[in-house]
């Protein structure tokens, strides 16, 4: 069972950018799709952006795209989540998720592999 600890999260204003990073331990990395999602203050978790286990293929929901990227580094057990134009709508706790099945799987299905615990990103305005 792979653990999932994500960084980067703070409050920052309206336009700035942030950076999340994910490290991975326990499993083969490679084998993992993996995903940031967020959930907002209320509201229900929903994935963000996914990225396939070479980081070939990445999935973006039209709320981030243009603005936010995903990526990761299968040498240092790693993805990130580079976030510009912060909005204040983007305030939410930002997870980490690791499944082996895939892009698709990570999309769609909410028993996934593995999460992180968290970590609040909040957009002043």
């Known amino acids: 069972q792979v653990q999932l600890v994500e960084s980067g999260g703070g409050s920052v204003q309206a336009g700035d950018s942030l950076r999340l990073s994910c490290t991975v331990s326990?499993?083969?990395?490679?084998?993992?799709?993996m995903g940031w999602f967020r959930q907002p203050p209320g509201k229900e978790r929903e994935w963000v952006a996914v990225?396939?286990?070479?980081?070939?293929?990445?999935y973006y929901q039209d709320s981030v795209k243009g603005r936010f990227a995903i990526s990761r580094d299968n040498a240092k057990n790693t993805v990130d989540l580079q976030m510009n134009s912060l909005k204040p709508e983007d305030t939410a706790v930002y997870y980490c998720a690791a499944d082996r099945r895939g892009t698709a799987a990570i999309r769609m299905d909410p028993d996934l592999d593995a999460w992180g615990q968290g970590t609040l990103v909040t957009v002043s305005s």
């Open positions: 326990g499993g083969d990395f490679e084998m993992y799709g």
């Open positions: 990225i396939n286990w070479s980081g070939g293929t990445k």
